[in-house]
């Protein structure tokens, strides 16, 4: 004969079993959303760094690539892209070994890439440096920071350059 009220030790178990799933599920919420703001704010610290040292005018050009690598990775001398520098810069990230000396040298850990888009936002041809064989897999990233600098590039060395933007993506 059951009675009002009676208490099942089943019942117990199943509410402290809730309970505890969801304490649990609240944590882990917790937790996740603060390591993405650490993981965030270490990936805008990079950015912020990559995007200094593309446009500063760099030095000690011929012994980035030596054996130990030294100098500062950098092709833009007062707001220009200079065409010598940036040449030694692609030669440098287009094997993927000193892909990683290029991260050395600006003292970085996270992977990047690098290209230039016209005022319209097109990508130009040939510009994309750094780790671009992964560059489609970007949207499978844990997190993603773009940043855009404009500085003036002329491409075809005919002297009527244009202002582009020089995009930096780094990510995780």
């Given at each position: 004969m059951k009675k009002r009220g009676q208490f099942w030790y089943t019942d117990y178990l199943i509410g402290l079993?809730?309970?505890m799933i969801i304490g649990f599920l609240f944590v882990?919420?917790?937790v996740d959303i603060s390591s993405n703001?650490?993981?965030l704010e270490d990936l805008v610290e990079e950015g912020i760094t990559?995007?200094?040292s593309l446009t500063s005018e760099g030095y000690l050009h011929?012994?980035?690539g030596d054996d130990p690598p030294k100098g500062r990775i950098g092709f833009v001398n007062g707001g220009k892209v200079n065409d010598t520098s940036y040449v030694l810069f692609t030669s440098l990230v287009s094997d993927p070994d000193d892909?990683?000396?290029?991260?050395?040298l600006m003292g970085i850990k996270y992977d990047y890439v690098t290209y230039f888009e016209d005022s319209e936002g097109v990508l130009i041809p040939g510009s994309i440096i750094g780790k671009y064989s992964v560059l489609e897999s970007i949207d499978e990233a844990d997190a993603v920071v773009k940043f855009v600098r404009?500085?003036?590039y002329d491409d075809d060395n005919d002297g009527k350059g244009r202002i582009v933007r020089l995009v930096v993506e780094v990510w995780k």
């Amino acid at each position: 004969m059951k009675k009002r009220g009676q208490f099942w030790y089943t019942d117990y178990l199943i509410g402290l079993l809730v309970f505890m799933i969801i304490g649990f599920l609240f944590v882990r919420t917790v937790v996740d959303i603060s390591s993405n703001n650490a993981l965030l704010e270490d990936l805008v610290e990079e950015g912020i760094t990559i995007s200094n040292s593309l446009t500063s005018e760099g030095y000690l050009h011929d012994e980035w690539g030596d054996d130990p690598p030294k100098g500062r990775i950098g092709f833009v001398n007062g707001g220009k892209v200079n065409d010598t520098s940036y040449v030694l810069f692609t030669s440098l990230v287009s094997d993927p070994d000193d892909y990683e000396i290029s991260k050395y040298l600006m003292g970085i850990k996270y992977d990047y890439v690098t290209y230039f888009e016209d005022s319209e936002g097109v990508l130009i041809p040939g510009s994309i440096i750094g780790k671009y064989s992964v560059l489609e897999s970007i949207d499978e990233a844990d997190a993603v920071v773009k940043f855009v600098r404009f500085v003036w590039y002329d491409d075809d060395n005919d002297g009527k350059g244009r202002i582009v933007r020089l995009v930096v993506e780094v990510w995780k």
